[in-house]
């Protein structure tokens, strides 16, 4: 799996959009982007992922660059519930099974009131 | 979806000794994982446990350190045996789910401490 880069931390007040970049740039042309967050004391949870197309869902937008060397997630409305450590992971998304996750070092994203 | 339970939540061990913990999924997956996350650090692959085949560990994890069982499609346990202050961690289970396996679903995790 392609190695990813993200800041170590992050502030965002609240209500406002947090963008999160994540730098891949030895993404291979079959690796997607995934991002997962973990909140304290909790599991990581799965955010979103995308191949070279932005993609949005009712938690998130990802934005990948047309090279796809870099992507940014993007939390619209930000929430103090949003705060958490968010992981950018780039692997080959398998049909036929799959393959455990690796987590880099993350972004702690911290909410201000 | 899936909603992954774990047990125990925490527990507080002695030097020397194993603990079992397990997991269970409300639903039939053919695909678990379990991690470990040690303190302030993100998570790391343990292996990989699929019904019916023996586990796949990752580097640096061995059988007989962290022996799996996967007896059905609903539960797997992770042993962590002769246990040192080192293993102190969080364990977590994961599950793949769906025909692209896109999404994985973690449990709350296990906070083991060794003293």
């Known amino acids: 799996d392609a190695k990813t880069t993200q800041p170590p931390s992050m502030d965002c007040a609240e209500g406002r959009a947090a963008n999160l970049p994540c730098n891949h740039s030895?993404?291979?042309?079959?690796?997607?982007v995934y991002w997962y967050r973990q909140i304290h004391s909790q599991g990581p949870q799965y955010i979103i992922h995308g191949l070279k197309n932005n993609e949005t869902n009712e938690m998130a937008s990802l934005i990948i660059t047309e090279d796809r060397k870099s992507s940014t997630l993007i939390l619209p409305h930000a929430t103090l519930r949003d705060t958490a450590v968010y992981y950018c992971i780039v692997r080959v998304s398998l049909g036929g099974g799959a393959d455990g996750l690796t987590f880099g070092k993350g972004t702690h994203l911290i909410i201000q009131p | 979806s899936a909603v992954i339970s774990q047990k125990p939540s925490r527990d507080i061990c002695q030097r020397g000794t194993s603990l079992t913990i397990q997991c269970q999924v409300d639903?039939?997956?053919?695909?678990m994982f379990w991690y470990r996350q040690q303190p302030g650090q993100s998570l790391t692959l343990i292996a990989t446990a699929n019904q019916g085949s023996e586990a796949t560990y990752e580097s640096g994890f061995v059988i007989d350190k962290f022996p799996i069982s996967r007896p059905n499609l609903t539960f797997s346990t992770l042993t962590v045996s002769n246990m040192s202050p080192e293993d102190s961690s969080i364990y977590l289970c994961?599950?793949?789910?769906?025909?692209?396996?896109?999404?994985?679903?973690f449990g709350p995790g296990t906070r083991l401490t060794v003293l």
């Open positions: 030895t993404i291979s042309g079959n690796e997607y």
């Open positions: 639903s039939q997956v053919t695909m």
């Open positions: 994961s599950v793949a789910v769906g025909g692209t396996y896109n999404e994985q679903f």
